[in-house]
C-alpha cells in the first residue's frame, strides 16, 4: 500500500518535470494565436505600485515603469502609507520615508502619467492601501467593463510590452476576469550564484521557476487555450484585474490579497487568461526572509476554506473543485515532503535502495533541470556555472527545507491563539 502511494507521488512529481518542459511547446501555440489578434480599442489601465519601506528602489521602480509605452490610457500609481511615517515615529527612526521619496521623484520626471496617493491610516496592509487606492479611482471611472486594474510588487519589472500584449488577451479572450502573468527571477539568481552563502536561496529559485511554469503557467495556459474553467490563485507581484469583477468581489481581501481574490474568482466560475509576458521578480535575499514570506503564502494558502465557507449555497461545482485544488496545495506543500525524506532515511537505514527509491531521487534533480532549461529558454545566461551545478547537485535538500514555512505559520498561529493577538507578518526584504 505504501509502495503504491509512493509510487503515485512520483508520477505527481514527474508530471511537473513534464509540464514544465511542456510550457515551452504552448506557450509558442498561444503566442501564434495572439500575434494574429487585431486591437481596435485599448483598455484603460491603472497600474497598482504599494509600496512600504521602499526607500532603496523607488529611483529603479519608477524609472523602469517609465519607460514602458502603451497606446492606450494608463496610471502608475505609487501607493504609500502612513503606517511607515508612524512606525519611523514611534521607533524614533529618523530617515526619509518613501512617500516624501516618491513625491520628490515625480516632481523631478514630470510624467502625467505618475499619480502618488497616500494611504492616510497607520493600520492596515497591502491590501489597505489598494483597496483605497481603487476607491479613488472609482471616483472618476465609469467605464468598469472596460479597465483593468494592474498590480505589481513595489520590486517588479514587468516586460515592456506587458500591456499592448494584455491588450491582445483582453481580445482574444473575451475580456476575462483576470488576466494572469508569471513571475520569473533573473536577477536574483545571477546574484546568489556568485555567493556561496546563498546555496539555499539558490535552490529556491529553482524551485520558484517549477511553480511559476509546470502549475501556474500550465493552468493558464489550459485555460486559455480550451474553455476549461481551472481553479487558480493569482500571483501577488503581477495580477490584472477587471475593475467590474474587482468590484463585484468585494475588492482585496484584507489577507490575502492575491491567493484569496483568485480562490473567490475560481469558486465562481471566473474566466482566467494567460498574459505570455514575464514580470522580472525579486526573492527573498535571505533564507530567514524566505521563511517570512512562505508564512504568508501558507496563510494565503488556507484561505480556501472560508471562501468556500462564504459561499455555501451557491457555486457547488466550483466549491467542490476548489476544495480539491485547494487541500491539493496544502498536501504537496506539507505532507508529501516528508513523506519522501522518511522513505529516503528508511532505505538509507535498511540499505533497500529500490527502484523506488532511485525514482522518488531523481525528482528534484528533474525539477532542477526542467528549471534551468526553462530559465535560458527565456534568456537567463549569466549565472556562475559552477555553484548552479553544485545548486543542481544539492537539490534534493529543498524536500527538507520547503516545509519550514508552514511550520513557522502553524507555530505563529497557535501562538496567536493562545495569547489572542494577531499573527505577525513581517516585510520580506529583496
Sequence with gaps: MIDILLYIIFGVYFLGFIFTLLT?????????KLDKVKVKEYKNIYVLLPALREQKIVDETIDWFKKIKYKGDIKYIVVTTEREEYENKINNIKEVTTSQLVEKKLKKIKDNRFMHIHYPETKGNKSSQ????????????????????SVFDFDSKPDINTFNELNKVAVLRNDPDAINQVPLCFKNYEEFSKDKSKILLLLYAFQHTIRSCAIEKMKLLVSSLTNMRVPQYFMGACMHIKLQSLVDNEKFPIFV????????MSIKNGNFAYLPTYNYTLIPNKVYDYVNSAVLI???????????KKSKGKNLWGRVKMFIAGTGNIVVFTIIPYIIVFYYLYSIITLDFSLLFWLLFSIPYLWSIASYINLKYEGFNKDNKVMSFLAFVLSPIWFIFRPFGFFVYLKRLIISKI????????????
Excluded at 24 to 32: A, G
Excluded at 419 to 430: G, N, Q
Design 298 to 308: 501558507f496563510k494565503g494558502i488556507s484561505t480556501y476554506i472560508s471562501e468556500i
Design 257 to 264: 490579497d492575491d491567493l484569496t481574490l483568485g480562490y473567490r
Design 24 to 32: 515551452i511547446f504552448l506557450e509558442k501555440k498561444y503566442q501564434k
Design 419 to 430: 495569547s489572542k493577538t494577531d499573527i505577525k507578518y513581517k516585510k520580506t526584504e529583496r
Design 130 to 149: 489598494m483597496n483605497y487606492a481603487v476607491d479613488q479611482i472609482l471616483k472618476t471611472e465609469k467605464d468598469l467593463e472596460n479597465t483593468y486594474i
